[in-house]
């Protein structure tokens, strides 16, 4: 009985170990393939940005540049907010410039010193 229990044991032993190194393989293997799959580079043509923006609805304006819905297209946001700030140049045109020096609203003051010829 006793020598019956050890196999018994001993099987239970080998099935849980194969268990577990079946699954350790397959997250090791497997997981690595997805990871691999969500981090590949964009395509290096326009497919990518067409097919989003196909897919946008907007019912006003859709922004090219971050396909957002708004009324007028001078309300369209900057892409990176933390790095650019939104000056309107009137006849609701509007551009995003990169975040210039160290004081708030700098860049703001350099567009408009170029706009009136003075930088």
Not at 47 to 54: D, I, K, V
Not at 93 to 107: F, M, P, V
Request: net charge neutral; charged share 20%; glycine share 8%.
């Amino acid at each position: 009985m006793k020598s019956s229990l050890n196999v018994l044991l001993a099987l239970l032993g080998l099935f849980v170990t194969s268990s577990l190194q079946f699954e350790f393989f397959e997250q090791m293997f497997g997981g690595q393939r997805q990871q691999s799959q969500q981090r590949q580079n964009v395509a290096s043509d326009s497919s990518w940005y067409r097919q989003n923006y196909e897919a946008a609805h907007c019912s006003n304006y859709l922004c090219p540049g971050t396909l957002s819905c708004v009324h007028f297209p001078h309300h369209c946001p900057c892409a990176f907010p933390d790095n650019e700030e939104k000056a309107e140049l009137g006849d609701g045109i509007a551009i995003c410039a990169s975040k210039g020096g160290y004081k708030a609203g700098e860049t703001l003051r350099k567009i408009e010193l170029a706009r009136k010829g003075l930088l």
